[in-house]
């Protein structure tokens, strides 16, 4: 059994590309849901429109960036559009809408109808080839020890954890400021933030646009270091797996999402390495599991690991103890 | 004081009042079959304290609801320093002037005490998004709030308690916190629904004392209470509401003899002196909210 091997692998998974994804949708999540309050559960609409905008101006003949910039605003689009049944609704209605919206989403991306645009379930290839072509590092492997990266995806995980880096600037410039100061007021509680002449419908739509915003990055980023979209990898699921970030990292912690997806895929990555490891070298009896279940159950490992965090430490990583002990109602 | 210009008046409800800093007129709230409020007409004294006073289900919260923006009312207008408030939300009559706090203490839990003060303070620069990323338009302003939300802090005693969260302090000290961040608003008017339920008797004679400075400072004051002892204490003016309509209203002592205003309370125990009045009012229990 090699656990640098596993180590390895871990480490890799934890600084790669699906880490750097899940920072950025954490980080966008965190706005709206750790900061606001807002329970939006189709956070992978965001991402959706990001990528999309991305893959179908360039398909369309436009330039790369310019669908980056298509793709941000259709997000915060969807944000604003996100933020209008909050005028009425509040918590689990509004996470039942958003749910709703981002699925509507991703079943119009993937119809027919709309498949002269879409490419329908085949998604769209090739896109991003002028993004490759600045590529400043030549053919070939980087990295340091066993950790490495070719040098097409070392430029796309760069250019990512840049952009991870930027968007934690912006939320800790914005939430250490009195802007900030009227988000949580909104999370504990909407009324008196209300009383206090807070126009909280207004904070909520920047909220979600925001967010929305952030989130597409990680839409766009997914899109050009694939060089792919489909509309299934836009599943509810993914939406989850980024609030299990955020509540790993800490809730409304400037870097909880960042520590939560680095560690989510570490943890996710290195249970699979050892797991696998273990019943291909018959440490695990074949009875019990085989090498073709360690996928399903490295997922099992995950969310008992998840209860057990809620059960001991709420607040996640980065949260305070203190805070988590007070019931926000 | 404007709060003896009340002194000449009649006690009659609906009485027009020398300076009146609130007018409400038909306000009508109705929930399905239920007409929760029905005030025909109603004039608050500017500079005044004015006890709400009524049996649950009065309609007294919903009329504050109402009145300050959190409800809609099916008919009727009414304004605020002669302005027409039809129409606003909840933020933007608090901005003018009119601000309230709540039956259940609606203390911001998991943020720090001075940041429940600052977050009171209305027209701050760094509230806005651009705003916010530029700290040195701010920052200049942030202190001086703090500085103000200090001072007020410490009038209400909760100086010590600066940077402990929220939520960490008694039921009391919260009701004496969103007192002390509603100033922070600046208000001309504070509608207080319920100042001193759930507060021990030597923090509710703390609580009246900081009402009555105010009072005296030139505030205006509306607050809904069901302590009798609170209400004749510190009222210049009371008026009474039974099932959403206003049955009285007068100075205390008029209110206190008025029959219109024991049937209402004390139904058939009609004509007893004012002890068992109070008894028979009773608080809710905690948690309910007559909406």
């Known amino acids: ?329 | 004081m404007p709060a003896e210009l009340l002194d000449a008046l009649p006690s009659v409800p609906g009485i027009p009042k020398p300076d009146p800093i609130l007018v409400a007129d038909g306000v009508t709230r109705h929930f399905g079959g239920l007409l929760a409020v029905d005030v025909d007409h109603l004039e608050i004294q500017r500079g005044a304290i004015t006890g709400l006073i009524g049996p649950n289900g009065a309609g007294k919260t919903t009329f504050f609801n109402v009145l300050t923006g959190f409800d809609t009312p099916n008919t009727g207008s009414w304004s605020f320093s002669g302005r027409d408030l039809a129409g606003l939300s909840a933020y933007q009559v608090a901005r003018l002037g009119m601000v309230r706090t709540f039956q259940l203490t609606k203390a911001l839990m998991r943020m720090a005490v001075i940041d429940n003060m600052k977050l009171g303070a209305t027209g701050q620069t760094g509230e806005g998004v651009l705003g916010a990323l530029l700290p040195w338009r701010w920052r200049q302003q942030e202190k001086e709030i703090e500085a103000r939300a200090e001072v007020i802090l410490d009038r209400f005693t909760l100086g010590p308690m600066r940077d402990d969260l929220a939520g960490t302090l008694s039921g009391g000290q919260r009701k004496l916190l969103e007192l002390a961040r509603a100033l922070m608003v600046k208000p001309a008017l504070l509608m207080l629904d319920e100042p001193t339920a759930g507060v021990n008797p030597a923090l509710t004679e703390s609580l009246l004392v900081h009402i009555k400075a105010l009072r005296d400072e030139g505030m205006s004051v509306v607050f809904i209470e069901h302590d009798m002892d609170v209400i004749m204490d510190i009222s210049d003016w009371i008026v009474v509401m039974a099932e959403g309509k206003v049955i009285a209203e007068g100075r205390p002592a008029d209110v206190a003899a008025n029959p219109a205003v024991i049937d209402a309370y004390l139904g058939r125990e009609h004509g007893e002196a004012a002890t068992p009045l109070e008894d028979s009012i009773g608080d809710r229990p905690v948690g309910e909210q007559d909406r």
Do not use: C
């Open chain 1, 1 to 329: 059994m090699d656990i640098v091997r596993s180590l390895v692998d871990a480490i890799r998974s934890a600084l790669g590309a699906s880490a750097v994804m899940f920072a950025l949708a954490g980080v966008g999540l965190n706005v709206m849901f750790g900061y606001t309050g807002l329970l939006n559960f189709g956070h992978v609409g965001s991402l959706l429109v990001g990528g999309y905008g991305v893959a179908i101006t360039v398909n369309l003949g436009g330039p790369l960036w310019l669908g980056v910039l298509i793709g941000i605003a259709a997000a915060v689009v969807l944000g604003l559009i996100y933020g209008l049944p909050t005028l009425r609704l509040r918590e689990d209605y509004l996470a039942i809408v958003t749910i709703a919206a981002a699925e509507i989403l991703r079943l119009l991306t993937r119809s027919s109808a709309l498949e002269p645009i879409t490419k329908g379930v085949f998604g769209i290839q090739k896109f991003a080839d002028s993004f490759y072509s600045l590529n400043p590092f030549p053919r070939g492997v980087y990295g340091i020890w066993k950790i490495t990266w070719d040098a097409n995806t070392l430029w796309a995980i760069l250019v990512g954890w840049v952009l991870v880096g930027l968007s934690v600037l912006l939320v800790w410039a914005l939430t250490r400021a009195p802007w900030g100061r009227v988000l949580k007021a909104i999370r504990e509680d909407e009324d008196a933030a209300r009383s206090l002449g807070k126009n909280v419908f207004g904070y909520k739509l920047q909220s979600l646009a925001i967010g929305g915003a952030i989130g597409s990055l990680a839409g766009i980023f997914f899109a050009v270091q694939t060089q792919s979209v489909n509309p299934d990898s836009f599943q509810p699921l993914f939406t989850f797996l980024a609030y299990a970030v955020v509540i790993l990292g800490g809730p409304g912690r400037v870097l909880g999402p960042v520590v939560g997806s680095v560690l989510f895929w570490f943890l996710l990555s290195f249970t699979e390495a050892i797991l696998r490891q273990a019943t291909l070298a018959g440490f695990i009896p074949a009875w019990l599991l085989t090498a073709q279940e360690v996928a399903a159950v490295r997922w099992i490992l995950v969310g008992l690991g998840l209860m057990l965090l809620m059960a001991f430490r709420p607040q996640g990583l980065f949260g305070s103890r203190e805070e988590s002990l007070i019931d926000a109602r």
